[in-house]
C-alpha cells in the first residue's frame, strides 16, 4: 500500500474525520506509517503509552494475560479503528497488549503532539472524547452480548457484520482464525465449533475460513431473538 493511499485511510477514521483539514494535515505530517508481520507484538501490557495507532490495514487484537496464563481478548481492531487514546494523553503504561493477527498497517501518532495541540485547537479534544466514547459503546455492546445472546448467536451477529450487503446469501471470508473469533465472542474454541454446528439449521455452512449464509436477513433476525426462541430453533 502506497503512503498516499494510507494516509487517506487516516483521515477517514473515527479520530480524524471531523477534524479541520489543516489540523489533521499537522498530525500526519508527524506520524509514521508502520508495518507487523502476523504475530508481532505492538506494544506490551505495562510499557509507557506513548503513541496512538490507527488501523490502516489487516486486524489487531488487544488482550490480557492473566496470573493463570489465559489470555482474555479484550477487542479485536480492523481498518479505520484507532486504539490507545485515553492513556497515551496520560502517558500512563498500556493496560493492555496489542498483537498483529493478520499482516497490517498502523499509523502511529505522537503522543506528545496531540498533547501539544489539545490547548490550541478545542476541535482535536472534542475528537478525542468521540473516539473515546465509541470504545465504551463497543465494550458495552460486548457486554450485552455475552449477557444477553446465547453462543449461537453471537456468531450469527458476528458472521452478519462481515458481511457486505443487507439481504440474499453472501459467502464471507473469516478475518481470523477461529480460536481468536471464539476469544473475541467470550467463548472457547469448542462452544464455537458448536455454535457453528447449530448455525447450520438457520442457513450457516463453514468450511475453513469462509462461512455461506444462506439468508442474511434470516440470520440477523436469528441473532435479535430472545435466547429462549433461538436455542429452540438452532437445535
Known amino acids: 500500500m502506497k503512503k498516499a493511499e494510507g494516509l487517506e485511510i487516516a483521515r477517514d477514521s473515527i479520530l480524524l474525520r471531523n477534524l479541520p ?63 490507545g487514546e485515553a492513556v497515551a494523553f496520560r502517558l500512563q503504561p498500556y493496560p493492555v497488549s496489542a498483537e498483529a493477527v493478520t499482516d497490517c498497517t498502523l499509523l502511529q501518532i505522537p503522543a506528545r503532539i496531540l498533547i501539544g495541540m489539545l490547548r ?48 440474499g446469501s453472501c459467502v464471507v471470508t473469516l478475518p481470523y482464525d477461529k480460536a481468536l473469533i471464539a476469544g473475541r465472542l467470550g467463548m472457547k474454541p469448542e462452544s464455537l465449533s458448536r455454535a457453528f454446528a447449530k448455525l447450520k439449521s438457520v442457513g450457516v455452512h463453514v468450511t475453513r475460513d469462509h462461512a455461506r449464509i444462506d439468508n442474511i436477513a434470516g440470520l440477523r433476525s436469528y441473532a435479535e431473538q430472545d435466547p429462549a426462541e433461538a436455542w429452540g430453533k438452532a437445535l
Open 21 to 83: 483539514g489543516a489540523v489533521t494535515d499537522r498530525i500526519l505530517a508527524d506520524s509514521t506509517l508502520q508495518r507487523f508481520a502476523r504475530g508481532e507484538t505492538v506494544f506490551l501490557q505495562g510499557e509507557e503509552a506513548n503513541a496512538i495507532h490507527v488501523v490502516i490495514d489487516g486486524w489487531v487484537k488487544l488482550y490480557r494475560v492473566a496470573p493463570s496464563g489465559n489470555e482474555a481478548v479484550v477487542n479485536v481492531f480492523a481498518r479505520g479503528a484507532s486504539f
Open 120 to 167: 490550541k485547537e478545542p476541535e482535536l479534544a472534542l475528537a478525542m472524547i468521540g473516539s473515546t466514547f465509541q470504545h465504551l459503546h463497543d465494550l458495552v455492546g460486548q457486554v450485552e452480548q455475552i449477557k444477553a445472546q446465547t453462543g449461537a448467536q453471537r456468531v450469527a451477529d458476528f458472521l452478519v457484520g462481515l458481511c457486505n450487503c443487507d439481504g
